[in-house]
């Protein structure tokens, strides 16, 4: 009855989402736990995709910025002040998306939260990064007076719009004393790599 059982297989649940795998039907719960395709969902709409489909779906349907970036390259962010919480996709040369979200700084203290998180369904980590938060100069045309950097393992988020923004792996409360000039914008590089 074993030898039936193993011969009998069966599609990823997720293979409308691009997933190309066929498996024995009594491992198809745990294939499904630990799938790179299992779906993102866009928090406003309800729609549901892979995370490279749901990036075209963000930026026509709602406008949310997106960029390329590279492993192991350190990428500038400059980030405005708002009243706002700002989300950025960033898509990696391997399609892999990523956010980075900057919280409005509506705590007492002026404080802005920082979160990078991996926009994918139900994966493990698979990727660490380093985050810097670079202070003003002390006059214009000095060097940065401070700056601070955080390194963690990215978490993941199948739903980008309700990233927690007080919590994360990759995560930074920046001070007032670390946004620049009056605008209070925030001087951010991150840099993201891939684990083998």
Known sequence: MDVMVDVYTVECLY??????????YHSVADH????????????DCRFD???VSLVG?????????????????????????????KRRLLVAEDNCVFLLAVGAGRDPGGRRPVNVVCVRGNAKP???????????PAAP???LTSSFQLKATVASCSVPGEVDMEQG???????PNMMHGESGELHLRLCLTKLS
């Open 141 to 143: 045309g000095q060097p």
């Open 32 to 43: 499904a736990a630990s799938c790179r395709h299992a779906p993102c969902y866009c928090f």
């Open 15 to 24: 293979k409308r989402f691009g997933c190309p795998t066929s498996m024995a």
């Open 57 to 85: 779906h963000l930026t026509a349907r709602h406008s949310w910025p997106v960029e390329k970036i590279q492993y192991e390259v350190a990428k500038s962010f400059v980030v405005p002040a708002s009243e706002e919480d």
């Open 49 to 51: 995709s892979s995370p």
């Open 169 to 175: 792996w990759l995560h930074a409360h920046v001070d």
């Open 126 to 136: 698979l990727y660490t990064g380093v985050l810097w938060v670079d202070g003003p």
